[in-house]
């Protein structure tokens, strides 16, 4: 397929914004693998990454500050049939979103969750977010953040997530081959995006990222959870990132667990069912 079959309206993000690397990367890998856009829902939150959804002619749903995995949720729930990708921020999934983010690593829904971190509030002119670094001068702290900042790989990884990687705006082939493998990963695929804001945040640079990332040899992750936490832990503690797909295995899907079958409810019968119903009531007795 071609890829222009997937282009939404016009981006308009600052010219040089990391965002363009996820959206041109997700493209390829739409068209490398022929998914019909009617097949794919992106959901996004606030911020200049949730304006990604309107980027791309697929199914989107532009939703609440932190609130894109409760509603992708809802969808693959819905539909198991439809591909569901969360498009967030830092902002979006670390500060107001971050129970989600905690929960929805250890339930393991069906769901690509891709975190275009750019270390500071785009949208809004430039304060600080969750991870912006120690010292980090924005407009909202004139005098340099006192706070550690949240590593989202490491949160993942603590959390249960069951594909952990990380990707960077500089290396677009980098995040086609984890995006690649992330759809076909059945479980939570969470993907943290080092995305530079060219405009707010004037520290971390696509060269400032160049110089301090280390790319995962292995292509196909860490199987043992200690070891993949001692590596991203080791790096992050020495002011460096890791890169790749850090972390995968196979566990049951919340769509296993939960669901009695994968038909979508649009397309099953509105009759009820009396005896399931009995079912569920017998419960209470
Ligand atoms: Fe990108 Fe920053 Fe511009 Fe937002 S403000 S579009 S994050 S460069
Ligand atoms: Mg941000």
């Known amino acids: 397929m071609n890829e222009k079959i997937y282009e939404g309206k016009k981006p308009g ?12 990367a997700l493209k390829k890998v739409f068209a490398k693998n022929k998914i019909p856009p009617s097949k794919i829902v992106i959901v996004s939150g606030i911020g200049c990454s949730g304006k990604l959804g309107d980027y791309v002619a697929t199914n989107s749903i532009h939703t609440l500050h932190g609130r894109v995995l409760p509603v992708a949720t809802a969808v693959k729930l819905s539909n198991p049939e439809l591909i569901v990708i969360g498009a967030s921020g830092d902002g979006d999934t670390y500060a107001i979103g971050l129970s989600h983010f905690i929960h929805s ?19 809004t002119k ?18 340099g ?3 550690e ?9 603590e959390s249960g997530a069951t594909f952990v990687a990380r990707g960077f705006s500089g290396d677009v082939e980098g995040l086609v081959k984890i995006f690649e493998r992330a759809l076909n990963h059945k479980g939570f695929s969470f993907i943290d995006v080092l995305s530079p804001c060219v405009t707010f945040n004037r520290l971390n640079t696509y060269e400032w990222f160049k110089e301090r990332i280390i790319k ?9 959870l200690p070891r993949a936490i001692r590596f991203v832990r080791e790096a992050w ?3 460096r990132f890791l890169t790749g797909i850090i972390y995968e295995v196979k566990k049951p899907t919340l769509s296993d667990l939960i669901l009695k079958d994968k038909v979508p409810l649009v397309k099953k019968s509105l009759e009820i069912n009396k005896q399931e119903v009995l079912e ?3 419960i209470f007795k």
Request: charged share 15%; aromatic share 14%; hydrophobic share 35%.
């Open 237 to 239: 503690e020495e002011g």
């Open 216 to 224: 995962m040899e292995e292509p196909f992750g860490i199987r043992y």
């Open 126 to 143: 430039g304060q600080f977010s969750p991870t912006s670094l120690k010292g980090f001068v924005s407009t909202s702290t004139p005098y």
């Open 280 to 282: 569920m009531f017998s």
């Open 149 to 157: 900042p949240v590593d989202g790989v490491l949160l993942a990884l």
């Open 13 to 24: 993000w600052c010219p040089g914004c990391g965002d363009y690397a996820v959206l041109n």
């Open 145 to 147: 953040v006192f706070e």
């Open 105 to 123: 690593c250890r339930r393991n829904p069906e769901i690509i969750h891709i975190v275009m971190n750019n270390q500071v509030y785009g949208l």
